[in-house]
T-cell receptor, first 110, second 113 residues
Framework: DQQVKQNSPSLSVQEGRISILNCDYT??????FLWYKKYPAEGPTFLIS?????DKNEDGRFTVFLNKSAKHLSLHIVPSQPGDSAVYFC?????????FGTGTSLTVIP | DAGVTQSPTHLIKTRGQQVTLRCSPK?????VSWYQQALGQGPQFIFQ???????QRGNFPDRFSGHQFPNYSSELNVNALLLGDSALYLC????????????FGNGTRLTVT
């Protein structure tokens, strides 16, 4: 039972443009949401998070939006850079347990 | 400030054998969680340790067991290895309370032949 879903396995974007990665979830008990980036042969790296009491959090080029009524989360990267090419995981927490999506592979084309 | 370290980086075992993976958490963190990542999938939660006790467990059989030591480091043990146990095993540390993100090591790649 996949409680966190990333329905786009891959995404390609031109350098300098906006990248939008989407995530849907089913569990209304999730209270904390995170995005991680993963390069091959490395562990996931924390990017940005948002509490369920907020609808937006911004950190430099990265912005996360949360729509609780739609159970939808998105990550915006502006402007996209070639170094952003990686797999991005959407993560949600209920209690002390974190649930991962299946990931979206982002390719930023120079 | 050392981050999360895992050893070994790669391991090859035969079906039926046992394996032990090790993890040292990020300095200051008190909680260690283990995840299994199969190819093309997101990490799946195995279990979480805090104060040397297993606090939560995911949907993994009893062949998977763990331990946390007084210095917060942790071990993951897998008995009676199956071919399907081949995966990347990730250790993550955090604080138990508050909105504390997980910090991951680079993982141990286990291959079972």
């Amino acid at each position: 039972d996949q409680q966190v879903k990333q329905n786009s396995p891959s995404l390609s974007v031109q350098e300098g443009r906006i990248s939008i990665l989407n995530c849907d979830y089913t569990n209304s008990m999730f209270d904390y949401f995170l995005w991680y980036k993963k390069y091959p042969a490395e562990g996931p790296t924390f990017l940005i998070s948002i509490s369920s009491i907020k609808d937006k959090n911004e950190d430099g080029r990265f912005t996360v939006f949360l729509n609780k009524s739609a159970k939808h989360l998105s990550l915006h990267i502006v402007p996209s850079q070639p170094g952003d090419s990686a797999v991005y995981f959407c993560v949600a927490r209920a209690g002390n347990q974190f649930y991962f999506g299946t990931g979206t592979s982002l390719t930023v084309i120079p | 400030d050392a981050g999360v370290t895992q050893s070994p980086t790669h391991l090859i075992k035969t079906r039926g054998q046992q394996v032990t993976l090790r993890c040292s958490p990020k300095s200051g963190h008190d909680t260690v969680s283990w995840y299994q990542q199969a190819l093309g999938q997101g990490p799946q939660f195995i279990f979480q340790y805090y104060e040397e006790e297993e606090r939560q467990r995911g949907n993994f059989p009893d062949r998977f067991s763990g331990h946390q030591f007084p210095n917060y480091s942790s071990e993951l043990n897998v008995n009676a290895l199956l071919l399907g146990d081949s995966a990347l095993y990730l250790c993550a540390s955090s604080f138990l309370s508050g909105n504390s993100p997980l910090h991951f090591g680079n993982g141990t790649r286990l291959t079972v032949t």
